[in-house]
């Protein structure tokens, strides 16, 4: 009888680990928000790009020191993005663009391809030819002190079709 009552109560446990697994859904996401991901296909170059570091807030402007900022877009919000400043190589970062809806409201999102299945969500307006995505605390990474090591940001982009 006692192996029985540990079998019962090893069940039970197990399956209610089961039904609090299953019911930690991620948010839905969608290309379809308060603009459509597939509008940003095409060619951008920034106007501005400000990348902020977190613990003390000392900024690099890309474009006003310099350097420039383009980005391709893909119709499925795949993109690929080349940041290069004017005191260091050039590099590229790349991945996808949706809306994630959470409580009812739209996020525009952003999972980077070196932190798959993982994403941050930004502020983002689309007026006409004109592309702002702005982020909050740990939305970004620059290397500041040009050491080969990149530290968290916050992002802020402008960008105009080409």
Known sequence: MRTST????????FILFVAASCGEKDPPITPDGPFNISELAGN????????IRDSDA??????GDGGTVTMAVQS?????????PYDRPAYTV????FWEIWEGNYYFSIEWADYPGDWDSYGAT??????????GFETGEYDFD???????????FTFVRV
């Open 126 to 135: 689309l007026t006409g030819d004109i592309l702002e995505i702005f982020g």
């Open 146 to 156: 040009n050491d080969g090591t990149s530290e968290s940001a916050r992002v802020s």
């Open 44 to 51: 951008w170059e920034a106007t501005s790009a400000s990348f």
């Open 6 to 13: 540990k079998s019962v109560l090893l069940a039970v446990l």
């Open 94 to 97: 790349s991945g996808e663009m």
């Open 76 to 84: 499925s919000g795949r993109f690929t993005m080349t940041i290069d």
């Open 58 to 63: 000392m900024a690099v402007e890309i474009i």
